[in-house]
């Protein structure tokens, strides 16, 4: 507490000091340890504060220095208590008033609940009324921790509900649980997509029916939706599990080392269309091709709307005899090799081997590529049973 | 000045003013001056203040000059003050 407020809190006197020894008697007053602030020097007087406890002990060295102390002014806690002493009706008043404001903001005025799908407001209500939360209920007897958890049990399907006071209102945060739905699973099977070598075979629902190591073919039980447990047979399930294994995919390309190549003679012919809406009107040049053998380039360009402009131009080839070397050859058929089993073999599925053998024709202008590419998959597929 | 306190303050580095009880002024820009061990006031007006102080008077020159507390043994001086000035003697 600085100064100032500490001068208000004890009370504060302006005071005037008039007379030839006013300079020795702040000095007295200094010397006799009387508290002095905002001394201010006029022509005939000084003006000063002073507590009233210094006003009291003043009097002796004023009568010293013969000097005139006059109040011209009071300030602070003591002399309002004074004030409001002598106006009890306003005092009364003023205590009425705030008695008036404490107790009827210790009642709750507002009950606020944020919206919910799952539960009604009324339910809400109804649940916090029987725990002692109501509009008009005392503040100090409300047992936030106590209604929460009664709503929490009240209704399983809140995930979260939080009852917070503040002043004259109550609120209270409730949040649904999602409730997660889940799909009917029908009952079946488990069989085998392909044939292979099962690798690993796990059962999460259902029987397995066969082992590790056990070669199988498609459409083979893996995992059966029908238990039987010490000869009694359970009530089907959908059977679910991983069925891992070993499956090999053979793909065979073809290359020759004799083969036609097409070269451009250099001939060319334009025809030149123009295509309106739907409509196409030759303008100038052939409608067809006027060769044998030729390749198109077509080149379009809108001219209005609905308006294109489309120069079809035709080149001339020719084909001549060529020799492949025969690496070439093999590189050819592999590729081929290759293309047909990148359709075969699922995204999913590890490569564990991949091996081709070139088979030449007795002639040995003719290479035949066998590719055999050995992957670990699940083959497994779900197939539910048939209806009742 | 006796020798022997001279001989300490230099033995020991202690503050000046409490070895010879010299007066300690501390001053906010020119608005606000703090006198600490001061003896008396011996004149004071709005355009100065003049006191007493251990070996002399320190006179106080400035602008609105008001004692904004006068306590036992410090005394602060607010307004605008211009200048100050020492004056060796009795």
């Known amino acids: 507490m600085n100064k100032r407020s500490w001068a208000l809190m004890v009370g504060e006197l302006q005071v005037q000091v008039k007379g030839e020894g006013r300079l020795e008697f702040l000095n007295t007053c200094q010397r006799s340890r009387i508290p002095l602030w905002g001394v201010k020097v006029s022509q005939d007087c000084i003006s000063l504060a002073t507590s009233i406890r210094g006003f009291l002990a003043m009097r002796k060295p004023a009568r010293r220095h013969r000097c005139l102390v006059r109040v011209v002014g009071r300030r602070g806690f003591p002399f309002f208590w004074q004030r409001l002493r002598r106006r009890t009706s306003f005092a009364l008043g003023a205590l009425i008033f705030l008695s008036m404001v404490w107790l009827f903001s210790n009642f709750v005025w507002q009950v606020d609940i944020s919206p919910s799908v799952l539960v009604s407001r009324e339910q809400i209500f109804g649940v916090a009324k029987e725990h002692g939360l109501y509009v008009g209920a005392w503040r100090e007897k409300i047992k936030p921790e106590e209604v929460r958890m009664a709503l929490l049990l009240a209704f399983p399907n809140l995930a979260f509900v939080s009852v917070d006071i503040e002043g004259s209102r109550v609120e209270i945060n409730i949040v649904d649980r999602d409730m997660v739905k889940i799909a009917p699973r029908p009952a079946g099977d488990i069989r085998a997509r392909k044939g292979g070598l099962i690798t690993r075979i796990i059962a999460f629902s259902g029987q397995a029916l066969v082992s590790h190591n056990t070669t199988v073919v498609a459409g083979q039980m893996l995992i059966a939706g029908e238990v039987v447990v010490n000869g009694y047979r359970m009530p089907p399930v959908h059977a679910a599990g991983i069925a891992e294994a070993r499956v090999w995919y053979e793909a065979i390309g073809h290359s020759s080392l004799n083969r036609e190549v097409r070269v451009y003679t250099g001939v060319v012919a334009t025809g030149n269309w123009i295509r309106v809406g739907g409509v196409m009107i030759l303008q100038s040049g052939p409608g067809a091709s006027p060769f044998t053998y030729y390749d198109v380039v077509t080149h379009k360009r809108i001219v209005a709307p609905f308006v294109e402009h489309i120069t079809v131009t035709y080149r001339e080839q020719d084909i001549e005899a060529a020799v492949a070397s025969p690496q070439q050859a093999v590189a050819e058929a592999k590729s081929q090799a290759d293309t047909q089993l990148r359709g075969l073999v699922p995204e999913e599925a590890t490569l564990v081997e991949k091996n081709y053998h070139e088979l030449w024709s007795a002639d040995g202008q003719r290479v035949m590529v066998r590719m055999i590419l050995e992957t670990i998959e699940d083959i497994g597929d779900f197939v539910a049973h048939a209806g009742p | ?90």
């Open chain 2, 1 to 90: 000045m006796p020798q022997w306190k001279s001989m300490l303050n230099s033995l020991l580095d202690l503050p000046q003013d409490m070895v010879y009880n010299l007066p300690r002024l501390t001053m906010v820009g020119n608005r606000h001056l703090v006198i600490e061990n001061y003896l008396r006031i011996l004149a004071f007006d709005q355009g100065g203040v003049k006191l007493i102080v251990n070996g002399g008077s320190l006179s106080i020159r400035g602008d609105n000059l008001v004692l904004q507390s006068i306590g036992r043994e410090e005394v602060v001086v607010c307004g605008y003050i211009k200048g100050m000035f020492f004056e060796e003697g009795p």
